[in-house]
Structures are given as C-alpha cells and as structure tokens.
C-alpha cells in the first residue's frame, strides 16, 4: 500500500502542519481558528450521530461501543471529544509531529487514543463505525484515491463525515487573502484551486460507492462565531454512507 499512499499524502503539506504541532493546543495560537471551529463541527456530527444511530440527544455517551476515525487528525483537536463521547477512538495524521504532540496531550488528559503516524491507506482492512475528515481532502494529492480509502474503511451501516472549504470568490478573499494574509491562518495553509465544490466531493464520493445524505454550510456570524446552516459559499459538511 505504500505507493497508493505517496499518492494521497503531499510532503509540503505534511511538513507544513508538523511545524504548527507545538502550537496546536493553544487556542490564541496559530490552530486558533481550529479552535473556533471546532464547537460546530462537534454539533453537526452529534446530530448526525444521533440521527444515524438512533440515539438518545441527552447521552453523554453516544458513541459507546462504536469505533470511530479521524484522518488528519492533527493534534487531535475533534479526536479527543470525539472518545469523551464514548468512542473507541483511533486517528492518523501524515505530520509525526502532529502525532506526538496529540499523545502527549491526550495522555495528560487520560485519554486512550491510538494515534498513529500515517495516511489512511497505512491501515488496509481496519473498519470502523465512525470516519471523520475535516478539512483534510484540499491538502492531498489525489482526491479520488483518498476517498477511496475513506470508503474502505468506512464498516457496513457506518457513517462518515467530511467538511472542506468550497472553491468560491469568496472563500479565496476570506480564507487566503484576509486570513493568511493577516496571520489568522498561517500563510501557505491553503491552495485556492484544490478546493472542491460542493458537486465534486458528491461525485467523488459517488465514485466511491458512498452517498451523501446530508451537506449544510458552515459559516461565520459575527454575533455567534462559525455556525451551521444554508450557506455554503466558504465551507460545507457532508454525512456520507454507503450507496
């Protein structure tokens, strides 16, 4: 598996977020807008979990008995609530740094979660009830073959979750020139042109046997912060199972 996955994986981006790893934990730092992400993303997939499984909104612990993935976990900023809600939690990030940072953390915490250095494609025949991706399919290489993997680690009746920027006028004047070139994101982040438009990531998805059965738009209010909702014109979530 090891050519499929220098196909998905992009060095540059790698050893770009790796440099950010000691910084990630802090919420004034340069993950600060992961940061004021993260409270939404985190209430899109407990509705979706609920929804999907049936669950009980009240629990604190919808995720019991599941097994769940984050690829590109970063640090592990979504990987760490993600086992406070009772998942049996792995996550795979292509940058070690960003590995060794997220076990030093979780392991301060108490949290077991097996963080492992590697691409999705590193873990051939391993499923799980929960695969999650946040703003990870705009840094590889191959989008397609990433999805691929995706969907082959996705178990049967599981449910996946994907959020990424959309390709729009505006994303490029918030994301790039306001925020990278302000600082709010570290400059070099993101690449205008390998962001999908909402009607690509379904066809790739598509391509991949997966069906998306929910897409809303995260945005920013100034009153609220980011926030879900109708508009998708800078970033969008995707919950995606099999066709």
């Known amino acids: 598996m090891a050519s499929a996955t ?3 994986i992009d060095p540059r981006e790698a050893e770009h977020f790796g440099k950010l790893a000691a910084d990630w934990w802090n919420p004034k730092g340069s993950s600060a807008m992961l940061h004021r ?11 979706a979990v609920d929804a999907h499984w049936g669950g009980d909104s009240a629990s604190f612990k919808p995720l ?6 984050d690829v ?3 640090a592990g900023l ?7 809600l009772g998942a049996t939690m792995t996550a795979i990030d292509a940058a070690p740094e960003n590995i060794g940072a997220a076990r030093a953390h979780a392991a301060a915490g ?17 499923c799980f009830d929960l695969v999650t991706s946040m703003e990870v399919i705009e840094h590889v290489t191959d989008p397609a073959a990433f999805v691929g993997a995706l969907a082959g680690a996705l ?6 979750i994907l959020s990424t920027p959309n390709r729009t006028l505006a994303s490029r004047l918030a994301m790039i020139t306001l925020a990278e070139g302000t600082g709010a994101i570290p400059e070099g982040t993101h690449d205008w042109s390998k962001f999908l438009r909402p009607e690509e990531l379904e066809e790739l998805l598509a391509g991949a046997g997966l069906k998306v059965i929910d ?3 995260l945005g920013f209010s100034p009153a609220r912060g980011f926030v879900t909702g109708t508009n998708e014109v800078l970033n969008y979530l995707v919950t995606v199972v099999r066709a």
């Open 78 to 84: 979504l990987a760490e609530p993600l086992a406070r």
């Open 110 to 126: 108490g949290l077991a979660i097996d963080y492992i250095a590697g691409g999705i494609e590193d873990l051939p025949g391993r």
């Open 155 to 160: 178990a049967e009746g599981g449910l996946m």
């Open 6 to 8: 220098k196909a998905t």
């Open 72 to 74: 590109g976990c970063g």
């Open 64 to 69: 019991a008995g599941r097994t769940a993935i």
């Open 37 to 47: 992400l993260n409270p939404a993303r985190l209430g899109y997939i407990r509705q």
């Open 215 to 217: 897409r809303t738009g």
